[in-house]
């Protein structure tokens, strides 16, 4: 298969913005059948490298090539046409419309003459690749997990000959994960080009066929898969130094509460209690769309608690809101990075102060000479490109954006830390990072850690609960094993206690 003319071929592409060169003279070819896998830390030109591919972006030179024919991919509806189709990073679906109306969007068949034989179809597609999605809900109304599966379904719908997987398995279960995994090799059997881009190494190596990294913007290194090659050694490749993703975990004493959470309900939330101390981690783990997303926003202030109560650091929450104590007691890091947590038309000084302001107020006046300095020794101590603060936050890539939220949140030093999916996006060195930080701050803070990586989990939390359907189903201790061993069954809906008969719920696709 690898002797055959690719079915796409990257020729010396070039694409800068501005000073900062995201791709330098990348040559790759992309075989149908196969699985690429492409690599590299954050900020190396992965996301627009495929952004060219996928027709959002046009090179500065350079050419592509279609079965061996030059193609000029000037608008994402040509790719479509070239049969180039790619769930992006940042979502690109329509808030305001329904599930089915996103996924059926541009179709050149009659929609509204054929909406049921539509809806039958996808329907039929989503039970096919086990995709739980109400079709009828508003787009507005869903967790980041959900928006990415109605992107993937989007692209399965479209039956593109070339799909691209951008980070697709970071709120999927390890059973999903699973799932995912065979339907990308089933598609690649029947003759479909896969590129798929993920900083989990571990799957990188389970599902590839062929792997590049990039770094800088240029392509460094291309190999095959082979019996010895382990995940330590892909991050040695791609960063250029050993990286273990592993952390120092010391035991800390657990001291006064700051946050405690009785009987919380309404907003798809069932009787949530739960209780966090200063010292402590707690990880919530759950498939996306199981009632995370309100808990975070109840806590944070973005809704008001319906049913229950919720004390933030001893005060009830509308007294803790009302006296506007977030600024310097409660950080909150968002999943959703481009949308809630920044400012896409803002500089990084700008975005850096939207939280941090009072710490560079006097009086009615703002001493930003000050707040940029302290953000210039973040950009370096972070390790956030371009070191730029005069740089608008939408240039930076998934992953540096990410690590400038995080930098802000965690100059703060808030005594509570609400952390949604922190390193979501991120590649292993970040990643690695990011945890070492995150222990580092149980010393001041209690942290409440909502992520859909088990592995993650584990690493870091003294306590883990598991969320289902809105109710908080266990919480169990870190070296609670027989507990832990059983996560993985209660994430997907099944008894959570010993000696309960084994019930799955069937969450079915709306038709």
């Known amino acids: 298969m690898q002797g055959a003319v690719p079915f796409i071929q990257l020729d010396t592409l070039c694409k800068s913005f501005g000073r900062v060169r995201a791709n330098h003279n990348i040559s790759l070819d992309i075989h149908a059948g196969k699985i690429l896998a492409l690599l590299g830390e954050n900020g190396a030109g992965k996301s627009t490298l495929m952004s060219l591919l996928a027709g959002q972006l046009q090179p500065d030179s350079g050419r592509i090539l279609l079965n061996g024919r030059q193609v000029v991919l000037s608008s994402t509806e040509k790719a479509i046409q070239c049969g180039i189709g790619m769930v992006y990073q940042h979502f690109k679906l ?14 050149s068949q009659g929609f509204w003459l054929k909406r049921s034989a539509l809806k039958r179809q996808v329907a039929e597609l989503a039970r096919a ?5 109400a079709l009828n809900a508003r787009v507005s109304t869903l967790s ?13 719908f479209r039956k593109s000959d070339l799909l691209i997987f951008d980070e697709p398995t970071s709120v999927l279960t390890p059973a999903e994960a699973t ?8 598609m690649a059997a029947q003759g479909k080009a896969i590129v798929f881009i993920s900083h989990k190494l571990e799957e990188v190596l389970r599902i590839a066929d062929h792997i590049a990294i990039l770094k800088q913007g240029e392509i460094i290194d291309q190999l095959s898969p082979a019996a010895d090659l382990v995940p330590a050694e892909l991050a040695r490749r791609m960063v250029g130094r050993p990286v273990l993703l592993q952390v120092q975990r010391e035991e800390l004493e657990p001291r006064q509460t700051v946050l405690k959470v009785q009987g919380l309900g309404g907003n798809g939330l069932e009787q949530v209690d739960l209780e966090l101390r200063q010292g402590e981690l707690l990880s919530l783990v759950g498939v996306a769309g199981n009632g995370q997303k309100a808990l975070v926003e109840n806590i944070c202030g973005l809704l008001p608690p ?3 109560a919720v004390r933030i650091l001893g005060q009830d929450w509308a007294d803790f809101y009302a006296a506007r104590q977030t600024e310097t007691s409660l950080s909150y890091i968002p999943e959703d990075r481009q ?6 038309g803002l500089d990084l000084l700008d975005n850096f102060l939207l939280t941090t302001r009072h710490a560079f107020s006097k009086g009615p006046w703002l001493d930003k000479n000050t707040a940029k300095d302290k953000l210039d020794k973040l950009l370096q101590d972070f390790a956030i490109r371009p070191q730029d603060s005069s740089t608008h936050a939408w240039q930076l890539s998934g992953g540096n954006l990410q690590k400038l939220v995080l930098a802000r949140e965690f100059y703060r030093k808030p005594r509570l830390i609400v952390a949604e999916q922190p390193t979501q996006g991120l590649d292993i060195a970040a990643a690695e990072e ?16 909502v992520t859909g990586d088990l592995a993650e989990a584990l690493a ?16 169990m201790a870190r070296h609670d094993q027989k507990s832990i061993a059983r996560i993985p069954q209660m994430m997907a809906g099944l008894a959570p206690s010993e000696g309960e008969s084994q019930k799955t719920y069937n969450q079915g696709v709306e038709s």
């Open 94 to 107: 329509v808030e305001a419309m329904s599930v089915l109306e996103n996924i059926v969007l541009g179709q």
């Open 129 to 133: 690749y086990g995709i739980p999605l």
């Open 144 to 156: 980041m997990g959900e928006k990415q599966q109605v992107e993937i379904l989007k692209l399965l």
């Open 179 to 186: 799932n995912l995994f065979a339907t990308m090799r089933e």
């Open 306 to 308: 319906r049913k229950g």
């Open 339 to 344: 949308g809630l947590a920044t400012c896409p």
């Open 434 to 449: 990011v945890w070492r930080l995150l222990l580092q701050a149980r010393e001041q803070a209690g942290i409440l850690l």
């Open 460 to 475: 870091l939390s003294d306590r883990i609960g598991v969320m289902f359907r809105g109710k908080l189903v266990a919480i």
